[in-house]
């Protein structure tokens, strides 16, 4: 546990001083965060609209087990076959079966965290196939071996001179090119990759229950190539993402977009009932769900239980002081910023990975911008209680504040430190666990009590 915070503590602060890094979150974070009020401006009663998400995933997450058995019945009768996963080594056993099946030579892949989350394209690469990221943001972090950034913008980090170069050096194409030569580039290679794919993966934003359906969000189009011209699609959805109706959809598509990109409606909104039909020109022969538990069941704990509620829109990344100067890769974590600092030990561990709960300020910002109305800074507080509770400080941290309950909890004891002892005692045990980018407080020689009684005795005389 150690170790994995002292990188992130590490990371953090390379990133902090990093003057280009921070210039560039800045700019981009501005240009999403000044879309979203725009696009909020579409609604007649915001308030209202969120509290009503919050209220059909709360529905949701209270009947899970009942809907995803029915969402299971419902898909299965339309031709699709459900595959339930556990944990990522399970999943990961589906896709290699599938693959096996079909003797699978290439993948195209659409925008996904929970392939992310498994680590799929490594895996793949092990059994000899091709994985192609074709979101555009995916394909540049692919190139330069990266992990996505952000949530909803995977190369958020990069200028478009970084990506420029990143093009130059890895595809051999003039330097210096402008977004839109990028973006034809890109294009390009990609068109004979979805042609020649004998698989299309996708994640899922939303699993509609009664329809048996799987919903899919995207803004270039490449979700669809994905899923349409293979002959194989093979859908990775946690659990969490499930809704009850499909008239739910119609609610929570247009917040996913205007909390996540500032649009009104994203381009491409897809709903997959199963495989194509005998009435159908398009579409994939088989499909495929695999409903990803990989310790998303451990969410149901009463005091994180609305962090199911999560759309991953990156609204609350954009929103956090502590992401917008660390960004996120230094979480070094699938899922970053303030929601990821609430799920993210839960998924792994507390002992792994609790220390990310107290990376923030609890200015609250996150649930202020939330669309379903998470309180999310309340759960990362709920966090860091099981942290400590646990066992999980080290023994300094707790030593250090018994002694401040004690001294506290008894007046006349903290009366009779001395301000000398008082200073020792802090520089001691609490200066480390303050930080060094901060000052470290001096205790007075005279204590309030002390200043009291003279003021008092003066008053009198």
Known sequence: MSEIKDIFLEKSKEKVNDAKHRKTIAFNIDKYNTAVVNGKKQYADLEMARKRAKNIKWKAIEEL?????????????????????EDADEALAAIAAICDKVKAKSVVKSKSMVTEEIHLNRFLEK???????????????????????HIVT???????????????????????LSPK????????????KFITADIGITGGNFI???????????????????????????????IEKVIPSLKDIAHFWPLLSTFGTGQKLTVYNTLFFGPKTANEMDGPEEMYVILLDNGRTNLLRKEVRESMYCIRCGSCLNACPVYKNIGGHA???????PIGAVITPHLTSMQENGHLSFASSLCGNCTEVCPVKINIHEMLLENRSIFVDEGNSEVKERLGWKLFRTGVSYRPLMNMASSNMKNKIFTKLFAPMWGESRVTPVFPKKNFAKIWKEYQKNKTT
């Open 154 to 176: 995977p190369a958020m980090h990069k200028s478009k001179e970084d990506i420029a170069e990143l093009f130059h050096q890895k595809l051999g194409v003039a330097p210096n």
């Open 127 to 149: 059994l000899g196939i091709e994985s192609v990221e074709t979101d555009l943001g995916e394909y540049i972090q692919q190139l330069d071996d990266e992990p996505p950034y």
């Open 65 to 85: 087990d009942r809907h995803l058995e029915t969402f299971e019945k419902k898909f299965c009768e339309q031709g699709g076959k459900v595959i339930w996963a």
């Open 208 to 238: 509609v229950a009664d329809a048996g359906a799987i919903a899919l969000t995207e803004n270039e189009g490449n979700g669809r190539l994905t899923t349409t011209l293979p002959k194989v699609h093979i859908a990775i959805v946690g």
């Open 331 to 337: 979480y070094g974590t699938t899922y970053s910023g």
């Open 181 to 192: 030569e990028l973006t034809l580039i890109a294009r390009e290679r990609l068109r004979s």
